[in-house]
T-cell receptor, first 116, second 112 residues
Framework: GAVVSQHPSRVICKSGTSVKIECRSL??????MFWYRQFPKQSLMLMAT?????????EQGVEKDKFLINHASLTLSTLTVTSAHPEDSSFYICSAGGGDRGGRAFFGQGTRLTVV | AQSVTQPDIHITVSEGASLELRCNYSYGATPYLFWYVQSPGQGLQLLLKYFSGDTLVQGIKGFEAEFKRSQSSFNLRKPSVHWSDAAEYFC??????????FGAGTRLTVKP
C-alpha cells in the first residue's frame, strides 16, 4: 500500500504558541487530504478536507482561523494549530487519497499534541 | 507492537448477498474498536463502535459487528448488501486513551 508520513508523531508545546503538523504522501500524488481529530474514548472527528491548490473545506464547528490547513502540493498538506490551548491537546491524524490510487485513502501515523 | 489487520484488500459480492469483512488486532487487552466507511472523495463515516458490554454491536446502514475476545477479532457483517455499500472500509482500534490505529482497509465492490 501507499505510504503516508505524518510528522511529528508527538509534540509538546506551550500554551499560546503555534504548532505545525505535516502530512506527506511519499509514493503517490494525493489530490485530497483529510484531517481528523480524535477525542478520548470517542471516534474520529473530521476537521476539514483539502484539495490540492484550493482552500480547505472545514466541517461545522471547526475554527478555520485556528486550524490552518495548507495543501500547496500534491504530496504535502500541513495543519497548523495557532495559539494553542490545553483544550487543543488531542490526537490528530491525516489521510491522503486520490491520484493514481483509485480513490483509496491512506492514513498517516498520527500526531499526539499536548499543550501545557 | 500494536497492530490492526484487515486480511482482505478487496472483496467483491453480488448485490443482495451477505458480507463479512475481517478485522484482527494484536493488543493484549480489549481495546476500543471501530468500523468506518469511506466513499471516494469523502471523509470517514463511523459505522459502529464497541467499548464494552454486548459483544454484538449494531451500527448504521444495517451493519453489525461482533467482538470475539478469544480470536482478537471484530468482524463487520451485513446480511444483504446494497449497491450503495460499495466503498472502502476501515477497522480501527484504540486502547484506553491511546491513539487510534487503522487497518489497511478493505475495498468492497458490489456486482449487480
Amino acid at each position: 500500500g501507499a505510504v503516508v508520513s505524518q510528522h511529528p508523531s508527538r509534540v509538546i508545546c506551550k500554551s499560546g504558541t503555534s504548532v505545525k503538523i505535516e502530512c506527506r504522501s511519499l509514493d503517490f500524488q494525493a489530490t485530497t487530504m483529510f484531517w481528523y481529530r480524535q477525542f478520548p474514548k470517542q471516534s474520529l472527528m473530521l476537521m476539514a478536507t483539502s484539495n490540492e491548490g484550493s482552500k480547505a473545506t472545514y466541517e461545522q464547528g471547526v475554527e478555520k482561523d485556528k486550524f490552518l490547513i495548507n495543501h500547496a502540493s500534491l504530496t504535502l498538506s500541513t495543519l497548523t494549530v495557532t495559539s494553542a490551548h490545553p483544550e487543543d491537546s488531542s490526537f490528530y491524524i491525516c489521510s491522503a487519497g486520490g491520484g493514481d490510487r483509485g480513490g483509496r485513502a491512506f492514513f498517516g501515523q498520527g500526531t499526539r499534541l499536548t499543550v501545557v | 507492537a500494536q497492530s490492526v489487520t484487515q486480511p482482505d484488500i478487496h472483496i467483491t459480492v453480488s448485490e443482495g448477498a451477505s458480507l463479512e469483512l475481517r478485522c484482527n488486532y494484536s493488543y493484549g487487552a480489549t481495546p476500543y474498536l471501530f468500523w468506518y466507511v469511506q466513499s471516494p472523495g469523502q471523509g470517514l463515516q463511523l459505522l459502529l463502535k464497541y467499548f464494552s458490554g454486548d459483544t454484538l454491536v449494531q451500527g448504521i446502514k444495517g451493519f453489525e459487528a461482533e467482538f470475539k475476545r478469544s480470536q482478537s477479532s471484530f468482524n463487520l457483517r451485513k446480511p444483504s448488501v446494497h449497491w450503495s455499500d460499495a466503498a472502502e472500509y476501515f477497522c480501527a482500534v484504540a486502547y484506553n486513551n491511546n491513539d487510534m490505529r487503522f487497518g489497511a482497509g478493505t475495498r468492497l465492490t458490489v456486482k449487480p
